[in-house]
């Protein structure tokens, strides 16, 4: 276990070290990181956000707020990809691709002309045997001409798990990997990563975002356990730790996010309603708010001190308590009437009332 000490000044110097739109002085920023128990802490959502999310300038050209791909979306489900990508967008993403199936290809279009759809995966069905080899290399030449272009990957909401089809995406994983862009990893793409650690150990530029049953599997799998509800904070740190660095988001009542040497949690208010696709907001999200944070340059004080905020541990944050916020606001709504879609539309308010475009 880490010394809580050591924690907290990470913590702090995490909060410090981001300037930007915060009006909050030194002083100010300690205060709000409050020790929740012991080696967690309740994350200082809002001025993350704040500090993150870029200023809508006129100078800056379409892309620069970031261009996010979805690998996801075959026969059976076709909204958990759209809801990834369409809340990219809705949040202040420029482009939101979706790489999917050819039958929930034009599904995805036609719930929305914003989202580029590319339908080149193909599940076992739909190919003979001896057509596998070509098929795969063309899945992968395809989605290459276009990797280095994104800032970031969302792999997994409502990829199925055709054992072909996730075949082929292990490759495209591991040629994002290659080109050092960041990865969310979600849903199917999560039953994929566990039953193939080698795909993200080690690679500090991934975040998994396990619901209940996903966090489950990765702690057997990972720790050969189950999952305790006492040490909470250590499992979730044992976990990053064996995955090597990467970013842990576990989702739940409270949201706790890890990379291995820090655990945030964000536990303000959402909505109790559990309908479907929130799980997908977040991953879009992630992958937006990630981007962002990348793009900050560290300052020459966290450079020397050689502890800089890991990025994706920021973007996890800023999206989990985007997506809570736009939760409450839907529910208070339409209070038992609330679906993913009526969250979608306040994630541009619950936004704004953060972090004001001008
Ligand atoms: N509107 C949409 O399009 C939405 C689509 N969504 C998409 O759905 C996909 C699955 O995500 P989820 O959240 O239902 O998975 P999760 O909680 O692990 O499993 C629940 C239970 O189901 C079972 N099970 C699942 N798949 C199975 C399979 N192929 N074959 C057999 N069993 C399977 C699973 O069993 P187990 O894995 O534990 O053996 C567990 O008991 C994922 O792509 C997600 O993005 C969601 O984002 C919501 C909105
Ligand atoms: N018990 C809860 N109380 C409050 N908020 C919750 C609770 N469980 C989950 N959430 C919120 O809902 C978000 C989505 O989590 P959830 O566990 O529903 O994901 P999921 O199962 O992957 O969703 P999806 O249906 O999109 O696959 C979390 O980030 C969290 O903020
Ligand atoms: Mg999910």
Redesign the pocket.
Known sequence: MLASSAILRRQQFLIRSLGGYSNQTHAERMQATKVVAGTHFEADAETILRTITPKLDSSRHKGQAGKIAIIGGCREYTG?PY?AAISALKIGADLSHVFCTKDAATVIKSYSPEIIVHPILEESYSIKEDEKRSISAKVLAEVSKWMERFDCLVVG?GLGRDPFLLDCVSEIMKLARKSQIPIVI??DGLFLVTNNLDLVSGYRLAVL?P??N?YKRLVQKVLNCEVSDEGVTEELLSLARRIGGTTI?R???S?LVSDGETVNT?ST????R?C???????SGSVAVFSSWARQQTPSAEEESSGSTPNPMVLGCIAA?AL??KA?SVAFENKKRGTL?TDIIECLGKSLEDICPAN
């Open positions: 958990a809801f909401p979600d849903g975002t619901n209940v996903e988001l989702k739940g009542k949201d964000v208010f959402g909505s109790p559990r479907g696709g929130q799980g997908d907001i977040l989990s997506l809570r939760a993913t």
